[in-house]
């Protein structure tokens, strides 16, 4: 789907994060499987990733973001009507997490769902967000994007171990009177769902051999990845009437440095203009995206007026973009 945004203006008012304390550098990991650090900072970028402790789960991380979030926006828990938390990895099947987090924050009124896209949840959640709060349905949403990947990485398998992390990222949607999202781009493709699936983790049945860890043929989801990562891009901006030239930051799902670099350079933005944090953080599925843009307004490259393009891919395989002329003063610090 692609809709330009039209009607009620409806922006981003509070953005949080939150990252578990305990990091694993790649050094580490080459002493879990025949690695390197050479190795994963050349084909990845990646120098460390953030690991949960074994007692934290999806709402711990999405509670400290969401926290966070309604500080920033200067609300309260019962002032949301919204909860969406985007993830793979939700505490459970059900409850939802969202539901857990709901009661948590103290958003009695919220109705409470969980979306999963995989790495692209977060553009999947805000954008149905932003439909819900423009249309009249809600006043006030919280969206939360974040993953414990780490909980289903088979921890023998190399060629994914050393790709991601955990963390989180939470935003609150609200209308505002000019400004805001511009439009989204959002696409799936099953056919090629096959290329990155945690089997045996729903009601299909797979060989009692088929253990219920994240399975990916990198090769193939990288050339998927660099193909939606422009054209996703380029269509956003074309139904919205803007062009590259037009955006001030841009803000690439976090999979892959290679892949940043690549979408970066077809598009045609310069350096400056790109944030990256996979270094630090790894690719964290769902929080990628948040967490890059606490990244980017901790820097202060957030302001008021400045014209953000989000680009998120992954599992599904799905992919979605956003636009959104940037209306918040943020306060956060660099995530
Ligand atoms: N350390 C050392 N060697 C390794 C490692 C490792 N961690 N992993 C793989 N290798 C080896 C392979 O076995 C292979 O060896 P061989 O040539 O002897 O067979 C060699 O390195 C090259 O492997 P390739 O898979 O060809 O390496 P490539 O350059 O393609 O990089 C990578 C692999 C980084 C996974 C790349 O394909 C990629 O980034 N893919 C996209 C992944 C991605 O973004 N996934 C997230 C999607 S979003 C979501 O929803 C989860």
Redesign the pocket.
Same mark, same amino acid.
């Given at each position: 789907m692609i809709a330009r945004a039209n009607g009620n203006h409806v922006s981003i008012t509070g953005l949080g994060w939150h990252v578990p304390e305990r990091v694993l550098t790649n050094d580490e990991l080459a002493g879990i499987?025949?690695?390197?650090d050479e190795?994963?900072r050349d #084909?990845?970028g990646i120098r460390q990733r953030r690991i949960a402790a074994p007692e934290e789960a999806m709402s711990d991380l999405s509670l400290a973001a969401s926290r966070r979030a309604l500080e920033d926006a200067g609300v309260r828990g019962e002032d949301i009507d919204l909860v969406i938390v985007a993830t793979v990895t939700p505490d459970m099947m059900f409850p939802a997490t969202a539901a857990l987090v709901a009661e948590q924050i103290g958003a009695t009124r919220a109705a409470a769902y969980d979306l999963s896209a995989?790495?692209t949840g977060f553009m999947y959640a805000i954008a149905q967000a932003y439909g819900m709060v423009a249309g009249g349905l809600v006043q006030r949403a919280l969206v939360v994007g974040g993953d414990i990947l780490s909980r289903i990485l088979n921890w023998s398998d #190399?060629?994914t171990l050393?790709?991601f992390g955990d963390g989180a990222g939470a935003v609150v949607l609200e209308r505002v009177d000019e400004g805001g999202f511009l439009g989204f781009e959002l696409g799936a493709d099953g056919a090629g769902g096959r290329e990155?699936l945690l089997p045996s983790s729903g009601s299909r049945k797979f060989e009692d051999s088929v253990p219920p860890y994240l399975t990916?043929n990198?090769?193939e989801?990288?050339k998927f990845?660099t193909r939606v990562m422009v054209s996703s891009a380029e269509a956003v901006l074309e139904e919205c009437g803007r062009t590259v030239e037009d955006v001030d930051v841009y803000v690439p799902?976090q999979?892959?440095v #290679?892949?940043i670099d690549h979408a970066a350079r077809k598009l045609g933005f310069p350096d400056e203009k790109v944030v990256v944090n996979v270094d630090r953080y790894g690719?964290t599925?769902s929080g990628s995206i948040p967490l890059a843009l606490a990244d980017a307004a901790g820097d202060g490259r957030l302001q008021p007026g400045k014209l953000v393009l989000m680009t998120g891919?992954?599992?599904g395989l799905t992919w979605g973009s956003a636009l959104i002329e940037w209306t918040h003063e943020t306060n956060g610090a660099t995530a």
């Open positions: 499987v025949d690695t390197s190795w994963i #084909r990845t995989g790495c #190399r060629s050393v790709l990155l990916m990198g090769r989801v990288f990845a799902h999979a892959n #290679r892949i690719n599925s891919m992954g599992a």
